[in-house]
């Protein structure tokens, strides 16, 4: 099942076609040239993996439901993808318990 489909007739959007869109769109917002073999491939679908995971921690969904969402067994998975974040969201925890120390 496409995860995008086509509009005015044209076909699914395939696997290169969806790099090649994300690429222009990087592009348009000054990330990389998508006409230009050395910085064309700055942005990945796959990393929005972690800002998925990131964003929906720092909103304060259990990290069992982030991986029930994502489709992650092994909480190595959640740490890997949210490594990223960790240090933040463990400065947020320790803020929230106010000026003890």
Not at 39 to 55: E, K
Request: aromatic letters at 8%; charged letters at 25%; glycine letters at 8%.
């Amino acid at each position: 099942m496409p995860l995008w489909l086509g509009t005015r007739g044209r076909d699914r959007l395939t696997h290169s076609g969806l790099y090649r869109l994300l690429n222009r769109r990087a592009a348009d917002a000054g990330y990389g040239n998508p006409d230009d073999p050395e910085s064309r491939s700055i942005v990945h679908p796959h990393q929005f993996r972690h800002t998925f995971a990131d964003d929906i921690l720092s909103a304060g969904v259990s990290e069992g439901d982030v991986m029930q969402v994502a489709g992650w067994k092994d909480p190595s998975m959640l740490r890997r993808y949210a490594a990223d974040m960790a240090t933040t969201l463990a400065v947020s925890a320790v803020r929230r318990t106010g000026d003890r120390y």
